[in-house]
């Protein structure tokens, strides 16, 4: 295999990694950006009701804070198809729309009153009858049982009533709910702090008030995004594995003029075997970078870049293939070392290439996969080629290079051949008496003789030697 072949299969091996590393990045990236904007609506409604007493605006800024929440839980489900806003248009029963909006949407009204009955009470309006009815999570038990209450109490005398309180028992939650995406419910007392603090002159956070990734992204979200990640890369690395075979197998029908079976067949056999690796390498660093992000690792490791845990994954992955086949013989231990080696560089110049490749080519995620296969590529090659000058310095001076270099001078079986020595493999000796009679002297002739220098050279991985 040439130089360019080896480095790019490697560099291929590498980019399954890093696809799970930036898909899950990009994932992670928007669920933090819908944050941020939910954050950012909850502070500029805040802003519009300033002037407002805080036990009347505390409602306001619920409304923005479930319809962020909402937003902010559609990222995290991978749902761009879902999302809520406030309404603000003053008419019964619509403080917030959300669902399939302008296709599969639902309206809702919010109530923040001090207590569960005052908030049952408020929702006894004809107009909210058709819309969901969103009450402080602390009061949701008590909203519930009052509504029960009224609605049987009114029920002979006030027909009307009754179905209103019926409704609320019924539909009344604390959270805007929509298939399997939902807003983060919010207390009474919550909404009254965020109020507060949003009207003091302190610094607000949205971690301040559990506005954290952490609060959205669950693990099954995780195995979605790595199994995502895991189909894509398989995709991804069986169109370039097969790329090559199918041209070769072109050009080779069109001087033929007919089908090139036995090409056909290498590259099905090619693309069954990487694929399977990159989905597996894919979907590994995604659930690990898609973990560590959202601070189920612990804080150290959400702090951490995702693309070093990717490649730090890819390394891992790679050794512990290397390790295999030690462990069965099937490779020596300074060639584990030196692919180690060879990997965490092939992996850093994949990162740079991967990060150029994002500003040149703006379209998520392909820019870096095509950034990381040429940086790969090219940091697997030049890697390469300071290893053969390296060699070349062993093989002048000896040199071991730590020991990842071995320096064998056993003289091989076909240069004693060459030299005239008969090499036997004794396996029985057969002792016979001597008899002096029966030698026999005969004369000897001379010939010329052949003389062969030796000379040391590169006989092996990493390994040096008579050649």
């Excluded at 005398?157 to 939650?173: D, G, I, K, V």
Aim: charged share 20%; with cysteine.
């Amino acid at each position: 295999m040439s130089v360019f072949n080896d480095t790019f299969h490697r560099a291929m091996g590498a980019t399954a990694s890093a696809h799970g590393t930036h898909a899950s990045a990009v994932y992670t990236q928007n669920v933090n950006s819908a944050i941020d904007a939910a954050f950012e609506a909850i502070r500029d409604e805040a802003d519009r009701v300033q002037n407002v007493d805080i036990k009347f605006s505390k409602g306001n800024i619920a409304e923005a804070y479930h319809a962020g929440t909402f937003n902010a839980s559609a990222a995290a489900k991978g749902r761009a198809d879902v999302s809520a806003e406030m309404m603000i248009n003053n008419k019964p029963g619509q403080d917030i729309r959300y669902g399939q909006l302008d296709a599969d949407e639902r309206v809702a009204e919010l109530k923040y009153y001090s207590t569960g009955e005052k908030t049952a009470k408020a929702l006894d309006n004809p107009g909210y009858s058709s819309s969901d009815k969103v009450v402080p999570t602390d009061q949701l038990d008590e909203v519930r049982r009052v509504a029960s209450r009224e609605s049987l109490r009114n029920i002979e005398t006030r027909p009307e009533t009754s179905e209103n309180y019926a409704h609320t028992a019924e539909y009344a939650s604390d959270r805007l709910e929509y298939e399997d995406v939902t807003s983060k419910p919010l207390s009474n007392k919550e909404a009254i702090d965020l109020a507060k603090d949003l009207k003091s002159e302190d610094t607000v956070t949205p971690e301040d008030h559990g506005l954290d990734i952490s609060e959205f992204v669950e693990w099954s979200d995780i195995a979605r995004e790595a199994g995502l990640a895991a189909l894509h890369a398989a995709a991804f690395s069986a169109a370039l594995t097969a790329a090559p075979y199918l041209a070769k197998a072109l050009v080779n029908g069109i001087k033929k003029g007919e089908i090139d079976v036995d090409t056909l067949s290498e590259g099905a056999a090619a693309v069954t075997k990487a694929t399977p690796q990159a989905a597996l390498r894919a979907s590994v660093a995604a659930a690990i970078v898609s973990a560590s992000q959202a601070g189920y690792c612990g804080e150290a490791m959400k702090e951490m870049s995702p693309h070093a845990v990717g490649m730090a994954t890819a390394m891992v992955i790679n050794s512990i293939g290397y390790s295999i086949k030690y462990a069965k013989g099937e490779m020596p231990g300074n060639e584990v070392a030196l692919n180690c080696i060879k990997d965490s560089i092939a992996l850093a110049s994949g990162m740079l290439g991967a990060s150029l490749g994002s500003s040149i080519i703006p379209i998520p995620v392909m820019g870096a996969l095509i950034g990381n296969i040429v940086g790969s590529t090219i940091g697997a090659m030049a890697f390469q080629g300071v290893h053969s000058v390296t060699l070349g310095i062993c093989v002048e001076s000896g040199w071991t290079m730590f020991g990842l270099v071995d320096q064998d001078y056993q003289v091989p079986e076909d240069v004693l051949q060459r030299c005239g020595f008969d090499l036997i493999k004794v396996e029985r000796i057969n002792i016979q008496r001597f008899e002096p009679s029966r030698i026999h002297v005969q004369n000897i002739d001379v010939q010329r003789t052949g003389v062969v220098f030796l000379r040391r050279g590169v006989i092996g991985m990493s390994a040096v030697g008579y050649v």
